[in-house]
């Protein structure tokens, strides 16, 4: 149990370093919740049990706003990384819908092709028949 406790105060620890770092990962703040969800703590948990934890992050944090401007906030990364999103989710839709186009061509070859096939044995079976016929005669 000891043990336990004591990975989950690593876990805390390594992602309370990770959110003051200078680049904060997409989708997460310099918050509580944040902390909570990257070291995979419940919050009720983050505040009952670690308590500690969460005061230094919260001194620390205070600390690093009051030393630099608010210039890289999630907001912020949400904005520059906005552009980028669109732009793949513009070329995702491009290619999901050639993958449909090149799916029904495949599909259409197929179809040709077994039509095709059955017309041989069909041409086939009548060639050999004349030639059962002309034999006979």
Avoid: W
């Avoid at 904060?24 to 009720?44: E, F, H, K, Q, Y």
């Avoid at 001194?59 to 009051?66: A, C, G, N, S």
């Amino acid at each position: 149990m000891k043990a336990d406790r004591s990975q989950v105060e690593n876990r805390i620890r390594a992602a309370i370093q990770t959110l003051l770092a200078d680049e904060i990962p997409i989708g997460m703040n310099r918050d509580i919740t944040s902390l909570c969800d990257l070291a995979g703590v419940p919050r009720a948990t983050m505040y009952r049990t670690y308590p500690h934890l969460k005061a230094i992050f919260e001194e620390q944090r205070l600390h690093l706003q009051d030393a630099t401007p608010a210039t890289n906030t999630g907001a912020d990364t949400r904005q520059k990384v906005r552009p980028e999103n669109d732009r793949l989710q513009l070329k995702l839709a491009a290619m999901t819908n050639k993958v449909h186009e090149l799916e029904y061509f495949k599909s259409t070859a197929l179809s040709r092709l077994a039509a095709q096939h059955e017309e041989i044995l069909r041409l086939r079976s009548h060639h050999t028949k004349d030639d059962n016929v002309q034999s006979i005669r």
